[in-house]
């Protein structure tokens, strides 16, 4: 399984951006999230996607945040709205072949992307 993000990028305080994931190389649905890190510090999970639909999101992004699936793109998006200092991080998007819904827990994916940096100012 590959995993490609993009979308990241610098936007002011208050402002909106969409992350996007392509995943290759598996054709069933897979459970799907999306994680973040500062420097020196552990993954914090942001919003995930079960294959079977469900979402989960941290509290810290409820309400500003909204993940979604396109099955027909094997696409993975994280709208990101009223973003905030705070929301400055690597993203990083992430999938499990595991039949395991523990949607924040990062050890329980076996997939990783690049990374795209989200500044916000």
């Known amino acids: 399984v590959q995993l490609v993000e993009s979308g990241g990028g610098s936007v002011q305080a208050g402002g909106s951006l969409r992350l996007s994931c392509v995943a290759s190389?598996?054709?069933?649905?897979?459970?799907m999230g999306w994680f973040r890190r500062l420097p020196g510090q552990e993954r914090e999970g942001v919003a995930a996607i079960a294959g079977d639909g469900r979402t989960d999101y941290a509290d810290s992004v409820k309400g500003r945040f909204t993940i979604s699936r396109d099955g027909a793109k094997n696409t993975m998006y994280l709208q990101m709205n009223s973003l905030k200092n705070e929301d400055t991080a690597m993203y990083f998007c992430?999938?499990?072949?595991?039949?395991?819904?523990?949607?924040?827990?990062?050890?329980?994916?076996?997939?990783w992307g690049q990374g795209t940096q989200v500044t916000v100012s």
């Open positions: 190389g598996y054709t069933l649905p897979m459970n």
């Open positions: 992430a999938a499990s072949t595991r039949n395991l819904w523990r949607p924040r827990v990062w050890n329980d994916y076996n997939y």
